[in-house]
Protein backbone atom coordinates (compact mmCIF):
# COMPACT_ATOMS: atom_id res chain seq x y z
CA UNK A 1 0.00 0.00 0.00
CA UNK A 2 2.41 2.57 1.39
CA UNK A 3 4.52 1.87 -2.26
CA UNK A 4 1.33 2.34 -4.04
CA UNK A 5 1.17 5.73 -1.97
CA UNK A 6 4.39 6.75 -2.78
CA UNK A 7 4.26 5.71 -6.93
CA UNK A 8 1.16 7.76 -6.42
CA UNK A 9 2.84 10.80 -5.28
CA UNK A 10 5.80 10.70 -7.38
CA UNK A 11 3.47 10.34 -10.56
CA UNK A 12 1.62 13.37 -9.16
CA UNK A 13 4.81 15.49 -9.17
CA UNK A 14 6.10 14.61 -12.38
CA UNK A 15 2.54 15.45 -13.67
CA UNK A 16 2.78 19.10 -11.74
CA UNK A 17 6.42 19.66 -12.84
CA UNK A 18 5.78 19.16 -16.46
CA UNK A 19 2.85 21.35 -16.90
CA UNK A 20 -0.80 20.05 -17.47
CA UNK A 21 -1.08 16.91 -20.41
CA UNK A 22 -2.29 18.50 -23.66
CA UNK A 23 -2.62 17.38 -26.49
CA UNK A 24 -0.13 18.76 -28.77
CA UNK A 25 -0.01 17.69 -32.89
CA UNK A 26 2.99 18.12 -35.77
CA UNK A 27 2.21 18.12 -39.09
CA UNK A 28 5.78 18.34 -41.09
CA UNK A 29 6.83 19.00 -44.72
CA UNK A 30 9.72 17.10 -46.43
CA UNK A 31 9.38 18.88 -49.56
CA UNK A 32 9.47 22.31 -47.71
CA UNK A 33 12.60 22.33 -45.80
CA UNK A 34 10.90 20.05 -42.90
CA UNK A 35 8.83 23.02 -41.88
CA UNK A 36 6.36 22.17 -38.75
CA UNK A 37 2.83 23.09 -38.24
CA UNK A 38 2.00 22.68 -34.77
CA UNK A 39 -1.76 21.63 -33.94
CA UNK A 40 -2.77 22.59 -30.32
CA UNK A 41 -5.83 20.63 -29.50
CA UNK A 42 -8.84 21.06 -26.52
CA UNK A 43 -12.24 19.75 -26.31
CA UNK A 44 -14.23 22.69 -28.71
CA UNK A 45 -11.00 23.25 -30.93
CA UNK A 46 -7.99 24.03 -32.76
CA UNK A 47 -4.82 26.25 -32.54
CA UNK A 48 -2.84 26.17 -35.41
CA UNK A 49 1.03 27.57 -34.99
CA UNK A 50 2.10 28.08 -38.32
CA UNK A 51 0.69 27.00 -41.90
CA UNK A 52 3.31 25.37 -44.41
CA UNK A 53 3.96 26.68 -47.82
CA UNK A 54 3.24 23.92 -50.46
CA UNK A 55 -0.32 23.34 -52.11
CA UNK A 56 0.20 19.47 -51.69
CA UNK A 57 1.64 20.35 -47.88
CA UNK A 58 -1.56 22.89 -47.22
CA UNK A 59 -3.87 20.25 -48.61
CA UNK A 60 -2.37 17.44 -46.06
CA UNK A 61 -2.40 19.86 -43.03
CA UNK A 62 -6.19 21.15 -44.05
CA UNK A 63 -7.53 17.10 -44.09
CA UNK A 64 -5.58 16.65 -40.65
CA UNK A 65 -6.88 19.51 -39.08
CA UNK A 66 -10.33 18.28 -40.62
CA UNK A 67 -9.94 15.13 -39.00
CA UNK A 68 -10.41 16.26 -35.39
CA UNK A 69 -13.86 17.44 -36.74
CA UNK A 70 -13.38 20.60 -34.23
CA UNK A 71 -14.05 24.44 -35.32
CA UNK A 72 -10.35 25.68 -36.28
CA UNK A 73 -10.34 28.58 -33.37
CA UNK A 74 -6.93 30.55 -34.38
CA UNK A 75 -3.62 30.48 -36.42
CA UNK A 76 -0.69 32.12 -35.17
CA UNK A 77 2.26 32.59 -37.99
CA UNK A 78 5.48 32.72 -36.00
CA UNK A 79 7.48 34.57 -38.97
CA UNK A 80 7.83 35.78 -42.39
CA UNK A 81 8.99 32.82 -44.29
CA UNK A 82 7.26 31.35 -46.74
CA UNK A 83 7.83 27.89 -45.43
CA UNK A 84 5.60 29.05 -42.24
CA UNK A 85 2.45 30.97 -43.92
CA UNK A 86 2.29 30.41 -48.00
CA UNK A 87 -0.09 27.71 -47.34
CA UNK A 88 -2.57 29.42 -45.39
CA UNK A 89 -5.10 30.50 -48.26
CA UNK A 90 -5.58 26.73 -49.05
CA UNK A 91 -6.39 26.43 -44.91
CA UNK A 92 -8.96 29.43 -45.58
CA UNK A 93 -10.43 27.95 -48.92
CA UNK A 94 -11.28 24.42 -46.60
CA UNK A 95 -12.40 26.46 -43.28
CA UNK A 96 -13.55 29.94 -43.81
CA UNK A 97 -12.48 32.76 -42.12
CA UNK A 98 -10.53 32.51 -38.95
CA UNK A 99 -8.58 34.56 -36.94
CA UNK A 100 -4.76 35.04 -38.03
CA UNK A 101 -2.18 35.99 -35.28
CA UNK A 102 0.96 37.69 -36.32
CA UNK A 103 2.95 40.37 -35.13
CA UNK A 104 3.53 43.91 -36.67
CA UNK A 105 6.83 43.25 -38.29
CA UNK A 106 5.88 39.85 -39.45
CA UNK A 107 2.83 40.89 -40.99
CA UNK A 108 4.42 43.77 -43.21
CA UNK A 109 6.82 41.63 -43.95
CA UNK A 110 4.86 39.02 -45.93
CA UNK A 111 4.54 40.59 -48.84
CA UNK A 112 8.40 41.30 -49.35
CA UNK A 113 8.81 37.69 -48.69
CA UNK A 114 6.18 36.68 -50.89
CA UNK A 115 7.42 38.56 -53.84
CA UNK A 116 10.92 37.00 -53.28
CA UNK A 117 9.87 33.51 -53.06
CA UNK A 118 7.81 33.86 -56.42
CA UNK A 119 10.93 34.56 -58.07
CA UNK A 120 12.42 31.34 -57.81
CA UNK A 121 9.76 29.07 -56.32
CA UNK A 122 7.57 28.24 -59.67
CA UNK A 123 10.96 27.38 -61.48
CA UNK A 124 11.64 24.58 -58.25
CA UNK A 125 8.15 23.33 -57.62
CA UNK A 126 5.65 24.34 -60.57
CA UNK A 127 2.21 23.77 -59.45
CA UNK A 128 2.74 23.45 -56.16
CA UNK A 129 3.69 27.13 -55.56
CA UNK A 130 0.72 29.05 -54.32
CA UNK A 131 1.06 32.58 -54.75
CA UNK A 132 -1.62 34.27 -52.49
CA UNK A 133 -1.38 36.43 -49.59
CA UNK A 134 -3.67 36.05 -46.59
CA UNK A 135 -4.23 39.03 -44.81
CA UNK A 136 -3.26 39.47 -41.29
CA UNK A 137 -6.28 40.51 -39.12
CA UNK A 138 -4.49 40.36 -35.64
CA UNK A 139 -0.91 41.84 -35.29
CA UNK A 140 0.51 43.08 -32.28
CA UNK A 141 3.82 44.56 -30.88
CA UNK A 142 5.39 43.68 -27.42
CA UNK A 143 2.72 40.74 -25.82
CA UNK A 144 -0.91 39.60 -26.41
CA UNK A 145 -2.94 36.84 -24.69
CA UNK A 146 -4.93 34.74 -27.22
CA UNK A 147 -7.71 33.01 -26.09
CA UNK A 148 -8.91 30.43 -28.52
CA UNK A 149 -10.59 27.13 -27.88
CA UNK A 150 -10.28 27.25 -23.84
CA UNK A 151 -6.82 27.89 -24.58
CA UNK A 152 -4.91 30.79 -23.33
CA UNK A 153 -1.69 31.74 -24.91
CA UNK A 154 0.74 34.43 -24.55
CA UNK A 155 2.25 35.25 -27.69
CA UNK A 156 5.45 37.84 -27.59
CA UNK A 157 7.14 39.78 -30.08
CA UNK A 158 10.50 38.85 -30.07
CA UNK A 159 11.38 41.38 -32.88
CA UNK A 160 13.76 40.61 -36.26
CA UNK A 161 16.44 37.76 -35.58
CA UNK A 162 16.29 34.60 -38.67
CA UNK A 163 13.49 36.16 -39.95
CA UNK A 164 11.91 40.26 -40.44
CA UNK A 165 10.12 39.38 -37.29
CA UNK A 166 9.48 36.26 -34.84
CA UNK A 167 6.43 35.95 -32.41
CA UNK A 168 7.24 33.18 -29.67
CA UNK A 169 3.77 31.25 -28.16
CA UNK A 170 3.76 29.93 -24.31
CA UNK A 171 1.23 28.18 -23.07
CA UNK A 172 1.80 28.50 -19.23
CA UNK A 173 -0.20 25.37 -18.09
CA UNK A 174 1.17 22.77 -19.90
CA UNK A 175 4.67 24.60 -20.33
CA UNK A 176 4.95 24.26 -24.13
CA UNK A 177 6.65 27.00 -26.17
CA UNK A 178 6.43 27.56 -29.64
CA UNK A 179 9.33 29.25 -31.17
CA UNK A 180 9.26 28.97 -34.89
CA UNK A 181 12.84 29.25 -36.26
CA UNK A 182 14.29 31.31 -33.14
CA UNK A 183 15.07 27.97 -31.88
CA UNK A 184 16.15 25.48 -35.25
CA UNK A 185 16.60 21.49 -33.69
CA UNK A 186 18.71 19.48 -34.89
CA UNK A 187 19.42 21.33 -38.17
CA UNK A 188 22.11 24.15 -39.14
CA UNK A 189 20.58 27.75 -38.11
CA UNK A 190 20.09 29.98 -40.98
CA UNK A 191 22.06 33.14 -40.70
CA UNK A 192 21.65 34.08 -44.13
CA UNK A 193 20.01 37.51 -43.20
CA UNK A 194 22.33 38.91 -41.58
CA UNK A 195 20.98 39.34 -38.04
CA UNK A 196 22.96 36.28 -36.13
CA UNK A 197 23.81 38.96 -33.20
CA UNK A 198 19.72 39.76 -32.85
CA UNK A 199 19.25 35.65 -33.10
CA UNK A 200 21.70 35.00 -29.91
CA UNK A 201 19.80 38.11 -28.13
CA UNK A 202 16.13 35.82 -28.86
CA UNK A 203 18.53 32.48 -27.56
CA UNK A 204 19.47 34.46 -24.17
CA UNK A 205 15.92 36.00 -24.08
CA UNK A 206 14.19 32.29 -24.36
CA UNK A 207 16.50 31.49 -20.98
CA UNK A 208 15.52 34.30 -18.78
CA UNK A 209 11.81 34.53 -19.95
CA UNK A 210 10.89 31.13 -20.17
CA UNK A 211 12.79 29.14 -17.27
CA UNK A 212 10.12 27.13 -16.74
CA UNK A 213 10.05 25.43 -20.25
CA UNK A 214 8.65 21.62 -20.53
CA UNK A 215 9.43 21.26 -24.44
CA UNK A 216 10.00 23.85 -26.94
CA UNK A 217 8.26 23.14 -30.42
CA UNK A 218 10.17 25.05 -33.28
CA UNK A 219 9.69 25.28 -36.40
CA UNK A 220 11.62 23.08 -38.09
CA UNK A 221 12.72 19.51 -36.01
CA UNK A 222 11.95 17.55 -33.01
CA UNK A 223 10.40 18.85 -30.08
CA UNK A 224 13.54 19.90 -27.60
CA UNK A 225 14.61 21.04 -23.94
CA UNK A 226 15.17 24.46 -23.21
CA UNK A 227 18.98 23.28 -22.94
CA UNK A 228 19.32 23.43 -26.38
CA UNK A 229 19.21 27.07 -26.63
CA UNK A 230 22.58 27.06 -24.98
CA UNK A 231 23.88 24.61 -27.98
CA UNK A 232 22.41 27.41 -30.23
CA UNK A 233 23.80 30.25 -28.60
CA UNK A 234 27.10 28.12 -28.77
CA UNK A 235 26.77 27.52 -33.20
CA UNK A 236 26.19 31.16 -33.47
CA UNK A 237 29.08 32.25 -31.77
CA UNK A 238 30.95 29.60 -33.16
CA UNK A 239 29.81 30.26 -37.27
CA UNK A 240 30.23 34.04 -36.51
CA UNK A 241 33.67 33.87 -35.21
CA UNK A 242 34.57 31.51 -38.34
CA UNK A 243 33.65 34.46 -40.95
CA UNK A 244 35.58 36.95 -38.56
CA UNK A 245 38.57 35.19 -38.54
CA UNK A 246 38.68 34.45 -42.24
CA UNK A 247 37.75 37.54 -42.95
CA UNK A 248 40.40 39.24 -41.02
CA UNK A 249 43.26 37.55 -43.22
CA UNK A 250 43.62 39.76 -46.25
CA UNK A 251 44.77 36.93 -48.50
CA UNK A 252 41.22 35.46 -48.22
CA UNK A 253 39.58 38.94 -49.39
CA UNK A 254 38.99 40.26 -53.02
CA UNK A 255 37.20 43.30 -53.94
CA UNK A 256 35.28 42.72 -50.17
CA UNK A 257 34.41 39.13 -51.14
CA UNK A 258 35.72 36.47 -50.01
CA UNK A 259 37.55 33.95 -52.33
CA UNK A 260 36.24 30.66 -52.97
CA UNK A 261 38.90 28.87 -51.17
CA UNK A 262 38.05 30.53 -47.92
CA UNK A 263 33.82 30.44 -48.32
CA UNK A 264 35.46 26.33 -48.91
CA UNK A 265 37.13 26.40 -45.68
CA UNK A 266 34.47 28.11 -44.15
CA UNK A 267 31.66 25.40 -44.92
CA UNK A 268 34.37 22.96 -43.90
CA UNK A 269 35.12 24.24 -40.44
CA UNK A 270 31.40 24.08 -39.90
CA UNK A 271 30.79 20.94 -40.87
CA UNK A 272 33.64 19.20 -39.57
CA UNK A 273 32.54 20.84 -35.90
CA UNK A 274 28.71 20.46 -36.28
CA UNK A 275 29.08 16.78 -38.60
CA UNK A 276 25.76 15.71 -37.29
CA UNK A 277 22.93 18.42 -37.42
CA UNK A 278 20.78 18.50 -40.45
CA UNK A 279 20.25 20.70 -43.49
CA UNK A 280 16.51 21.43 -44.46
CA UNK A 281 17.11 18.95 -47.46
CA UNK A 282 19.04 21.51 -48.95
CA UNK A 283 22.86 20.76 -50.20
CA UNK A 284 24.70 21.85 -47.03
CA UNK A 285 27.17 23.38 -48.89
CA UNK A 286 24.70 25.57 -50.36
CA UNK A 287 23.52 26.55 -46.80
CA UNK A 288 26.77 27.59 -45.76
CA UNK A 289 27.52 29.61 -48.40
CA UNK A 290 24.18 31.23 -47.71
CA UNK A 291 24.64 32.05 -44.23
CA UNK A 292 28.23 33.11 -45.14
CA UNK A 293 26.90 35.89 -47.37
CA UNK A 294 25.00 36.89 -44.45
CA UNK A 295 27.66 37.12 -41.93
CA UNK A 296 29.72 38.79 -43.86
CA UNK A 297 27.25 41.88 -44.43
CA UNK A 298 26.74 41.36 -40.95
CA UNK A 299 30.32 41.75 -39.99
CA UNK A 300 31.02 44.15 -42.38
CA UNK A 301 28.35 46.69 -40.60
CA UNK A 302 29.23 45.91 -37.23
CA UNK A 303 32.62 47.39 -37.99
CA UNK A 304 33.22 50.73 -36.36
ZN1 LIG B 1 11.42 27.94 -41.32
Known amino acids: MSVRITLLALVLLFCASAGAQVPIHRFTSNAAWNVNSWVLESDSGLVLIDGQMLRG ?3 RLAGFLASFEKPLAAVVITHPHPDHFMGLSV ?3 RFGKFPIYATEQTAAGLLAARDMYMS ?11 SELVEIDNTFTGELTIE ?3 FTLNAYDFGMGEGAGHAVVYH ?8 GDVVMAHS ?3 VGEG ?4 MIKQLQRLKSDFPHTNLIYAGHGDPVRLTMVDDHIAYITFV ?5 KLLSDPTNVVDDALTPEAQQAFAANVIARYPSLADYGLPTTMLMGMNLGGLVKELAAEKP
Open 195 to 198: RSAL
Open 188 to 190: HHY
Open 57 to 59: DAT
Open 148 to 150: AAG
Open 172 to 179: SESKSLFT
Open 91 to 93: LRD
Open 120 to 130: WAPASYGDEVI
Open 240 to 244: REQAA
